[in-house]
């Protein structure tokens, strides 16, 4: 069974920085893609950033420019750099291990998630 930990996230002012990091434990091999997800209070979950096996990566618009999204497959760990912080991007960040099929799905259990807050 794959685990996802989720770690990084905490409290940042407008301007600020984060990086996240996924963590997984277990036989990945049913997976070839993973993705950070947000969910803010009241709102769906969305997808934030993916990252494939074979280099394809895609992000929400509002992030683009601000966000990237790594892989350290030695390690089984993907990370998401987070630059330039705003108000909106308050959420709770999951990690997701998937598959790329017309776009990204996810497949395995979420992780516990990391909450990131922005505020000044």
């Known amino acids: 069974q794959v685990r996802l930990v989720e770690s990084g996230g905490g409290s940042v002012q407008p301007g600020g920085s984060l990086r996240l990091s996924c963590a997984t434990s277990?036989?990945?091999?049913?997976?070839?893609?993973m993705a950070w997800y947000r969910q803010a209070p009241g709102k769906e979950r969305e997808l934030v950033a993916a990252?494939?096996?074979?280099?394809?990566?895609d992000y929400l618009e509002s992030v683009k420019e601000r966000f990237t999204i790594t892989r350290d497959s030695d390690k089984n760990t993907v990370y998401l750099q987070m630059n330039s912080l705003k108000p909106e991007d308050t959420a709770v960040y999951y990690c997701s291990g998937g598959y790329y099929n017309n776009g990204y799905h996810p497949l395995l259990s979420w992780g516990q998630g990391t909450q990131v807050t922005v505020s000044s």
């Open positions: 277990g036989t990945i091999g049913v997976i070839n893609a």
């Open positions: 990252i494939s096996w074979g280099g394809r990566l």
